[in-house]
């Protein structure tokens, strides 16, 4: 049976971990970003089907293409971040079932593709599958800058052209100024935020 | 700077982690959870919305209601684990951003609450948390058991009358039976997933 982490670790990944709004210049190699995906990759989504994409903005080219479709405020970030990852889901993903769960890739493949059903499962596992990125990350030593404020549709048409991948949120890694921290917001308490049954 | 944590850390997060499909009877008190609570609701959310709610279902009473809501194959799974919880995001949501962004929430509060916005942000960002849950319950040394397959529209019905609160995913806590995991499926290759720009 697993023990609880120690308590530094559970720090570095949710207590003590605070989202950056300026990035040192310390460089992210990319032997870091592949063993962070070899990292998160495991986290679960329904059936296995790991909808998510991603692309990993390094070059200054692709930092200028994607800090033009951000939030005024967001474009410094992505500029000054050694790297900001595009968080997207493959709508076509039920194509990868056969792939991904061996046993029974072609049921599920059929079950996926009803209306409806690749667009929420995309989202859903997708957006999990970010998470897990956001953690594994931390767990590396990295800190994170989510974002939602960009333009979804023309990034869609700039990294994902041909395809019916979908943007969702993007995220600056790398080594985050200390003093670029905000003030530390209040959470829910347990009872505001559920119950039990 | 932070540092990776150790190997044996990554492991129990991610790398050696797996679902079970059936649960010991050790069970899991009301203190592991207000700790798992304290520890995943630092997950960073969109400015700081933190829209996720949760029932956690652990009396036999509330796991016969949601066991007969779920499909046929999850419901020995929510009536052998010592607590499912039920991950929701409430559409109200702007209305805690007062609280939960005291510098700017009335402000956020008028942004969230435009047309289609509370409804993304609440399903993007209420995911994301229900991805930290688990991430942070494999830290405190549980197992996880996380399902698609229910009825949300029932459930919604049953656990969360009255609000505008909507059923996400649901997940199981406790200590599986290594015996009732099944044999790790294949994930995409970094370059299946993604590529670099």
Same mark, same amino acid.
């Given at each position: 049976?697993?023990?609880?982490?120690?308590?530094?670790?559970?720090?570095?990944?949710?207590?003590?971990?605070?989202?950056?709004?300026?990035?040192?210049?310390?460089?992210?190699? *990319?032997?870091?970003?592949?063993?962070?995906?070899?990292?998160?990759?495991?986290?679960?989504?329904?059936?296995?089907?790991?909808?998510?994409?991603?692309?990993?903005?390094?070059?200054?080219?692709?930092?200028?293409?994607?800090?033009?479709?951000?939030?005024?405020?967001?474009?410094?970030?992505?500029?000054?971040?050694?790297?900001?990852?595009?968080?997207?889901?493959?709508?076509?993903?039920?194509?990868?079932?056969?792939?991904?769960?061996?046993?029974?890739?072609?049921?599920?493949?059929?079950?996926?593709?009803?209306?409806?059903?690749? *667009?929420?499962?995309?989202?859903?596992?997708?957006?999990?599958?970010?998470?897990?990125?956001?953690?594994?990350?931390?767990?590396?030593?990295?800190?994170?800058?989510?974002?939602?404020?960009?333009?979804?549709?023309?990034?869609?048409? =700039?990294?994902?052209?041909?395809?019916?991948?979908?943007?969702?949120?993007?995220?600056?890694?790398?080594?985050?100024?200390? *003093?670029?921290?905000?003030?530390?917001?209040?959470?829910?308490?347990? =009872? =505001?935020?559920?119950?039990?049954?």
């Amino acid at each position: 049976m697993a023990h609880p982490l120690p308590a530094a670790a559970l720090d570095q990944l949710f207590c003590s971990a605070r989202t950056p709004n300026d990035w040192t210049d310390e460089p992210v190699g *990319e032997d870091t970003l592949r063993a962070l995906y070899d990292l998160f990759k495991w986290g679960p989504t329904s059936a296995n089907a790991s909808p998510a994409r991603f692309v990993w903005v390094r070059s200054e080219e692709g930092k200028t293409r994607l800090s033009a479709l951000a939030m005024d405020a967001n474009r410094p970030k992505i500029l000054a971040a050694p790297v900001t990852v595009i968080i997207g889901h493959d709508l076509d993903f039920p194509d990868t079932m056969p792939k991904l769960f061996p046993a029974r890739g072609e049921m599920m493949q059929q079950y996926f593709k009803q209306p409806g059903v690749a *667009e929420a499962t995309a989202m859903r596992n997708g957006t999990l599958q970010g998470a897990y990125l956001i953690v594994a990350a931390r767990a590396l030593g990295l800190d994170c800058g989510p974002m939602s404020g960009f333009d979804n549709a023309a990034v869609d048409k =700039e990294f994902f052209p041909g395809t019916r991948i979908q943007s969702n949120f993007i995220c600056c890694l790398g080594h985050g100024k200390p *003093e670029s921290v905000w003030p530390r917001n209040p959470r829910l308490t347990f =009872e =505001e935020a559920g119950r039990f049954a």
